[in-house]
């Protein structure tokens, strides 16, 4: 064999990434891929990929794509989860080795973060906040389609580390210096900075983006003080994204010049200070956790309202404690090292902060409740999250002001306890939220609902599990048993409680299969949406058939109330029956595009390549991302029409025209 | 020597605590070591946890009973009486009366938090304390006793009834050094020392396990302290001299490896094997302190004094 190509295997597959784990994963991709490959190729779909998906603009479409990679990634973080919990329930005969257990663990908390928490929360606000607020697509439509490419060959990037090369071990925290060579030689930890990096920049653009777009998009009529929460909630978040994600760009950058190019911010020679990472980390890290729960609470105040058949209680309140809110989060980042010895001062300010930012978050749980009271509560799906969000966060938060006391911290810091109190406000409040949100807008989407009945058990089966799982784990943690351990002595009486704790995520497993049998059920039998307003919805998305036309509303709608579609719907004055065809005008829509597709492809190669050093193969790729911008700002054919004639007959097909 | 007990706000709240904590410790095993704390610090920090707790639960039953009765009550249900109210939404009364509630409640946390905060970050006045260097190495701990000129792998030793002091550096990565029993866990970093001042009760052994992700063999950097009377901590330090080697550069150089190894003594170290110079913050006294390791032993000075120097 040439030696180049022993080098490439010896590199691309070394052993580590050659136990049965991994080859059985190899065959599956291959597998999956070859699949795919062969039903498009037989069904002839190609160039209806090529043109419907990969170069649309469009934010539905975009909205769909975000939320497909969103469960694909809920589906590999469980699955990794489920390997964790497996390990621990058994600390005498462990199924995985240390090795492939520190791997796990990180890609899990990478991929449960950045790869479903986030694309999950920008497939809704796709999906959702154009139509919400009565635009006809995003501010910046192709930047958006560039954001979702670099997310998604970012993840892609951290994905195949598992079966080429290794993936990375350090914990989603990804804490210098055992990122750095000496401790930390192989691809894995490149894999983690390189793909984070890519898919940061898509993140910080979609800041930007629906930034603008809730600032300068809404329709006439719609003042601040008009806007419904979820787009405050959308307006909040994006500022955060754009203010957060830049220290952890610093960051990852900085480890990552430490790894390729020798220099030293954070080594343990030549007097690195690690420390100086943790506090950049965190300056994002905390903010982060506002980013991926803000949007979850703008989504429980609209589900609600909805359900309750009310107005939201208490809205300028709202406002004011998620503004608050968006301010106090990037002034607590200490509280993630209480412990590294900043000080009494410093510690008792960010331990102050902390529990300032509890205050405006305590505030809204009790507005969502007197929302409640009053109304006429519907038991649907998405509402049975609302109903199990608010005791789970609440137990999420109050453990979080426990670690917020200082002193306490300083026990509970890294032990289960803690592991405990994130997982309580990460599933409890940004993943049921986003659920709830998913079952809410799904008839929007696609044009049906989700069987409902099915979606309960799916609701019970993860509310159960999760209590199951997370609650032995607080008393884990009273117990002294610290996280990121892949096994552990029998004398501390930690194994009955991992064993119960392991049956819980199993539970959860099973929520997770029958939701996606719920999905699939659904898409062939899911009972059809014909009004457009499946819930009797109080916000303009209702006010669109579904699933909704390319060009959103044919005549941008008048906003002059808060709840805007329920007071039309009071005062009967639907869009539906105000349209005359004579109304229709030719609207311009942004023009499909192959440039954020190939940028983020360009991207990926960059990624690639600097993972293994290869630096042709980096110039090809930057070769690339600079061809694709410099096409891209040179071409300006960026629109196209959609004529009177076309939307006349769009909407007589959907009766929605008068005459 | 006897420490001086602090008195300080945690015996006001000696009575109720006690019922709370003689509930839970009758409920619970020795095994939750957060709940049974074997000196002040450890002590101090589990009533912060049991006050914290207590006003999380004033806010934690009243929102579940709310939420529960409200969900019964206004069921979308035929034949349900409850009144509907479509349009109602707001009542600055009970809005304002939910602004206060969580102020309230995070006031009475607030106050003892920071409190106790700076009264934990001063090493008690004690006459000589003993001082022991702590570094994390890459899946073990080496303990130092600048004072005494020993060193020990993988379990200390240190005099019951009066505080210790340690410092702590690694020559790893990052690792936290907890013995949950004593109290809670600081970071050891490299080129940084850190404080943390633990005192034992009684005598006992204590275990201790490091929090921070480190690597491979990090799940089994599990320590044992013993706490044994002054007496005895004298008697163990002169039986180290007599019986056990001095640890040379070589020594040091193997301990570097990536692997774990069972406990180990020695007479005397090398002294550039923890940092001569380090910056910490307050724990002797006022201010910022800095500790100077050459060859008359360590000097220990408090940041004020520098000028005077
Ligand atoms: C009342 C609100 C909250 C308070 C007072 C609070 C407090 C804290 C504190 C003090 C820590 C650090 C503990 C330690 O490392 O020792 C922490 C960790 C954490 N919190 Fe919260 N928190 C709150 C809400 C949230 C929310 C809403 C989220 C996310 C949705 C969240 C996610 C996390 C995560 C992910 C960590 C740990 C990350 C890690 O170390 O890997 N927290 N929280
Ligand atoms: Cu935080």
Redesign the pocket.
């Known amino acids: 064999m040439p030696s180049f190509v022993q080098y490439l295997i010896r590199t691309l597959f070394p052993h580590d990434v050659l136990r049965p784990t991994e080859l059985g994963a190899d065959v599956m991709i291959l597998a999956t891929g070859v699949i795919i490959v062969y039903y498009l190729t037989k069904q002839k779909k190609w160039l209806y990929l090529w043109n419907e998906w990969l170069t649309t603009v469009d934010h539905k479409k975009i909205a769909v794509m975000y939320l497909i990679a969103a469960v694909a990634m809920l589906f590999r973080g469980g699955v990794d989860a489920l390997m964790l919990r497996t390990n621990l329930a058994l600390p005498t005969t462990p199924v995985i080795s240390d090795l492939e257990y520190n791997q796990v663990f990180t890609t899990h908390?990478t991929i449960m973060?950045f790869f479903m928490?986030m694309p999950f929360i920008f497939a809704l606000f796709n999906a959702v906040v154009p139509l919400m607020i009565g635009a006809r697509d995003v501010a910046f439509p192709r930047l958006n389609a560039m954001s979702f490419w670099l997310f998604a060959f970012g993840a892609l990037l951290l994905n195949i580390s598992f079966v080429i090369g290794g993936s990375p071990d350090a914990?989603?925290?990804a804490y210098p210096p055992y990122t750095g060579l000496l401790f930390n030689p192989g691809p894995g930890e490149n894999y983690y900075f390189l793909s984070l990096l890519i898919a940061g920049i898509g993140t910080t653009m979609t800041g930007v983006n629906f930034l603008v777009t809730t600032l300068r998009m809404r329709a006439p009529g719609m003042t601040l003080m008009k806007m419904p929460m979820f787009i405050w909630a959308t307006m909040a978040t994006s500022a955060l994204i754009l203010f957060a994600f830049p220290p952890l760009t610093v960051a990852l950058a900085m480890s990552l010049f430490d790894r390729l190019f020798g220099s030293s911010f954070f080594t343990l020679a030549h007097g690195g200070l690690p420390m100086m990472y943790v506090n950049l980390f965190w300056l994002f890290?905390?903010p982060?956790?506002?980013i991926?729960?803000l949007p979850?609470f703008g989504i429980f105040s609209e589900v609600v309202a909805t359900f309750s058949r009310k107005a939201l209680f208490g809205y300028s309140v709202m406002v004011v404690s998620i503004i608050s809110i968006m301010f106090l989060a990037y002034g607590?980042w200490v509280?993630?090292?209480?412990?590294m010895g900043a000080g009494p001062a410093v510690n008792a300010f960010f331990?102050l902060s902390?529990?300032l930012?509890?205050i405006p978050?305590?505030v809204k749980i009790f507005n969502w409740i007197f929302t409640m009271w009053g109304g006429r509560i519907r038991l649907t799906t998405a509402m049975l999250y609302q109903l199990a969000f608010i005791p789970t966060?609440v137990i999420?938060?109050?453990?979080?002001?426990?670690?917020?006391?200082v002193p306490a911290?300083y026990q509970?810091?890294?032990?289960y306890?803690?592991?405990a109190?994130?997982?309580?406000?990460?599933i409890g409040?940004?993943l049921f939220g986003l659920l709830s949100g998913m079952y809410y807008w799904w008839p929007k989407m696609f044009g049906h609902k989700l069987n409902e009945r099915q979606g309960q058990w799916a609701f019970w089966l993860y509310f159960i599990g999760f209590w199951v799982t997370f609650g032995p784990q607080y008393l884990l943690g009273l117990k002294g048993m610290t996280?990121r351990i892949y096994t552990y002595p029998l004398g501390f009486g930690w194994h009955e409680l991992n064993v119960i704790s392991t049956v819980g995520a199993f539970i959860m497993g099973a929520g997770f299969v029958v939701m996606v049998y719920n999905v699939v059920w659904s898409l062939k039998y899911g009972e059809k949406d014909l009004t457009g307003d499946p819930w009797d919805g109080r916000t303009l998305e209702w006010a669109l058939p579904s699933p909704v036309p390319e060009y959103n509303f044919a005549r941008i709608p008048v906003v002059t109330a808060r709840d805007a579609w329920w007071d039309m719907k009071q005062k009967g004055q639907t869009l539906a029956n105000s349209l005359r065809p004579e109304d229709m005008r030719t609207i311009e829509l942004p023009k499909n595009t192959p440039v954020p597709f190939l940028l983020g492809l360009a991207f990926f190669v960059v990624g690639f390549g600097m993972t293994f050093q290869w630096w042709v193969i980096v110039a090809f790729g930057a070769a690339g991302v600079v061809a694709s911008l410099v096409y891209s700002a040179f071409d300006y054919d960026e629109h196209k029409h959609v004529g009177a004639e076309v939307i006349r007959r769009t909407e007589a097909a959907l009766g929605r025209l008068q005459g | 020597m006897m420490p001086k007990r602090r008195r300080g706000w945690p015996y006001r709240y000696v009575v109720p605590l006690a019922m709370v904590v003689g509930l839970l410790v009758s409920g619970c095993g020795q095994q939750y070591v957060l709940l049974h704390p074997a000196g002040p610090v450890a002590q101090s920090e589990l009533h912060l946890l049991i006050v914290a707790s207590l006003a999380m639960l004033v806010v934690i039953v009243p929102v579940f009973v709310l939420l529960a009765i409200t969900v019964i009550r206004f069921r979308d249900k035929p034949g349900n009486k409850a009144p509907y109210w479509p349009n109602w939404h707001g009542n600055k009364k009970l809005e304002i009366i939910w602004w206060i509630i969580p102020v309230v409640l995070l006031t009475v946390i607030a106050v003892p938090t920071v409190g106790q905060t700076f009264a934990l970050s001063k090493l008690p006045k004690a006459k000589d304390p003993v001082i022991i260097d702590v570094t994390s190495l890459t899946w073990k701990w080496l303990f130092q006793y600048p004072g005494q000129h020993v060193a020990t792998v993988n379990y200390a030793v240190i005099p019951a009834g009066e505080p210790v002091l340690f410092e702590l550096t690694a020559d790893s990565p990052m690792n936290t050094f907890w013995v949950p029993q004593l109290g809670g866990m600081e970071y050891t970093m490299p080129n940084e020392v850190l404080p943390l001042w633990l005192e034992a009760y009684k005598p006992g052994v204590y275990w201790g396990h490091s929090g921070n992700f480190s690597g491979e063999g990090f799940e089994k950097m599990f320590f044992n302290v013993k706490s044994v009377t002054p007496e005895a901590f004298q008697q163990w330090v002169k039986k180290v001299h007599q019986t056990a080697k001095p640890m040379t550069m070589t020594n040091y150089h193997n301990l570097l490896a990536f692997n774990t190894v069972g406990v180990q003594t020695y007479s005397n170290y090398p002294s550039d094997t923890f940092p001569a110079e380090a910056n910490g913050f307050t724990l002797n006294g006022e201010g910022m302190y800095m500790i100077m390791h050459d060859q008359h032993g360590i000097t220990y000075m408090p940041m004020s004094d520098m000028s005077n120097h």
């Open positions: 908390g973060i928490a914990g989603w925290t890290g905390h982060e956790v506002y991926v729960v979850p607590t509280h993630h090292f209480f412990t331990g902390t529990m930012i509890a978050t305590g966060f999420g938060g109050a453990t979080g002001i426990l670690l917020a006391t911290d509970l810091h890294n032990t306890f803690l592991i109190h994130f997982h309580n406000v990460l409040g940004t996280r």
